[in-house]
């Protein structure tokens, strides 16, 4: 059975404890000043006075972690006068070192090798010269010293790196979720532009119907074949849309077609309910455009198209298809003026506003409004191949 981290960390916490403690009692037996010479001259109490100093400071090295200040201030003044505590000092600097700021461990040591020089003096040898100790212990305490602070950068800069990892995994989310909602916008208005042109469509054909009840059976049963291919086409691309914004896999077969090379059978089709729909691209490699300008270049001619029929029905319509330079296509659709009837719908401008959107983001131009004649005109200048900036694809 494999441990939890929070286990691993625990179990090398109480080895290292482990391994320092008997260090820590080696180096206060053997070393010069210790248990084993400094205090031969001395009476039995005394004995036992370092003793059991030295063993509160082994005690208290187990929460050395959790008060390493704390930890460092008792083992620096009891080993002022204690011998057997002298292997804690190495153990005291390295904490702080390891678990506090720089001045602090610096500081500590500091005062570490200044302590030597009473203990030094009481349990040292009186014929030696104390100043080679001192610098010895100075050298040590700077070295663990050193030790530990290495390790607390290294844990800081480990701690950074999962850090930024974990802000650039969100980042990633992030980007994914307004890739997707954007992708769902484009859904949205690609629908409306879609559901507002077979709408129209339905509407004309209904109105002729109303219109005019005493058509030739031909002609009705033709309106009735167009209102149900029109509805039939309608329901797919809304399904296909749904089944997308639901992010279910979407049947390539099933998807809606709009390049440039299906303008002309968009006329077509327009033209097929009885508009007076002329239709020019002179000029025209229908086939040049990429992909994002032709789903554009579609979209403004169905709007054209579609405003025309719901706001001026029976009004001839003018789409032009032309080039712009080497790189840029030209487009144009313009109804002409009818007399106001009762009952014409008002459109709120959504379609028109998503086009807008839609040229914008190929860095394209639209502009739309009367004529002087009183018509309508949609003019657009699309980039025949687009690509993405470094901003735009992040």
């Not at 390891?98 to 001045?103: D, F, N, T």
């Not at 709009?258 to 239709?279: C, K, N, Q, Y």
């Not at 106001?340 to 506003?353: D, I, K, N």
């Not at 409004?369 to 003019?379: A, E």
Request: net charge neutral.
């Amino acid at each position: 059975m494999r441990q939890s981290p929070v286990a691993r960390s625990r179990a090398r916490d109480a080895a290292s404890n482990v391994v320092m403690t008997v260090l820590a009692l080696i180096f206060g037996v053997v070393v010069a000043g210790s248990l084993s010479s400094g205090l031969a001259r001395y009476p039995r109490f005394l004995n036992i006075i370092d003793a059991g100093l030295a063993v509160i400071g082994f005690v208290l090295m187990w929460w050395r972690r959790r008060y390493p200040l704390c930890f460092a201030f008792y083992v620096l003044v009891v080993s002022t006068f204690t011998t057997f505590i002298s292997g804690l000092v190495m153990v005291a600097v390295f904490t702080v070192a390891e678990y506090r700021r720089a001045p602090w461990a610096i500081a500590l040591s500091v005062l570490f090798s200044m302590a030597a020089w009473p203990n030094l003096m009481l349990y040292g040898n009186p014929a030696s010269s104390t100043g080679p100790w001192i610098l010895v212990t100075l050298v040590l305490t700077l070295s663990f010293t050193g030790w530990g602070m290495y390790l607390r950068t290294r844990r800081q800069l480990l701690a950074t790196l999962v850090d930024r990892l974990d802000r650039a995994d969100e980042e990633r989310i992030a980007a994914v979720d307004r890739a997707r909602a954007a992708e769902r916008r484009r859904i949205a208005r690609d629908m409306h532009d879609v559901l507002s042109h077979r709408f129209a469509v339905l509407g004309i054909h209904a109105g002729a119907l109303e219109m005019r009840p005493d058509a030739r059976p031909e002609e009705i049963a033709s309106s009735a074949r167009v209102i149900r291919e029109t509805v039939h086409d309608g329901l797919d691309e809304l399904r296909t849309a749904i089944r997308a914004l639901r992010e279910e896999p979407e049947d390539p077969a099933r998807a809606p077609a709009a390049r440039l090379s299906d303008v002309p059978e968009l006329v077509d089709r327009v033209r097929h309910t009885g508009g007076d729909i002329g239709f020019s691209a002179d000029g025209v490699d229908l086939g040049r455009a990429g992909s994002q300008c032709g789903i554009a270049a579609y979209r403004i001619v169905q709007e054209g198209l579609t405003n025309a029929g719901k706001h001026a029905p029976g009004a001839p319509v003018r789409v032009v298809l032309a080039m712009a330079g080497d790189s840029h296509l030209s487009i144009v659709v313009e109804n002409e003026w009818t007399p106001p009837q009762e009952g014409r719908p008002s459109g709120a401008g959504v379609g028109l506003l998503g086009l807008s959107e839609r040229v914008a983001a190929l860095h394209g131009t639209l502009e739309y409004g009367s004529t002087q004649r009183g018509g309508f005109r949609i003019s657009a200048e699309l980039p025949l191949t687009w690509e993405a900036t470094d901003e735009e694809r992040s």
